[in-house]
């Protein structure tokens, strides 16, 4: 059985940085597609980033390129996600999501592709 937990996140101001972990069991993360996605209140949940397992290839969201960085250590089978520049409508609950078993398919901005997901962080950008 596959789990996720997360740590980090949390309060900050307009501009400043912030880092959400992801913590796997069950699994070993580096052979494994995962991705971030987040959900603001009376919103739908919104893809933000994702890592492939094959030579760590990585995607963003535009809203998001330049300002995360997702990336796997892969000793530690944890998933991060580097955030800087925050701004007030990054503020959301962020979810970490991995697709076990891999599969022939994956739609990364699309979350009926990930089968495992975290509890989700809090992350609030106040102006």
């Known amino acids: 059985q596959v789990q996720l937990v997360e740590s980090g996140g949390g309060s900050v101001q307009t501009g400043g940085s912030l880092r959400l972990s992801c913590a796997a069991s069950?699994?070993?993360?580096?052979?494994?597609?995962m991705g971030w996605f987040r959900q603001a209140p009376g919103k739908g949940r919104e893809w933000v980033a994702a890592?492939?397992?094959?030579?760590?290839?990585?995607w963003y969201e535009d809203s998001a390129m330049g300002r995360f960085t997702i990336t796997r250590d892969n000793a530690a089978n944890t998933l991060y996600l580097q955030m800087a520049s925050l701004k007030p409508e990054d503020t959301a609950v962020y979810y970490c999501?991995?697709?076990?078993?891999?599969?022939?398919?994956?739609?990364?901005?699309?979350?009926?592709?990930?089968?495992?997901w975290g509890q989700g962080k809090q992350v609030t950008v106040s102006s």
């Open positions: 999501a991995a697709q076990f078993p891999r599969r022939s398919w994956w739609t990364r901005q699309d979350p009926s592709s990930y089968d495992y």
């Open positions: 069950g699994a070993s993360l580096s052979r494994h597609r």
């Open positions: 890592i492939d397992s094959d030579l760590d290839v990585t």
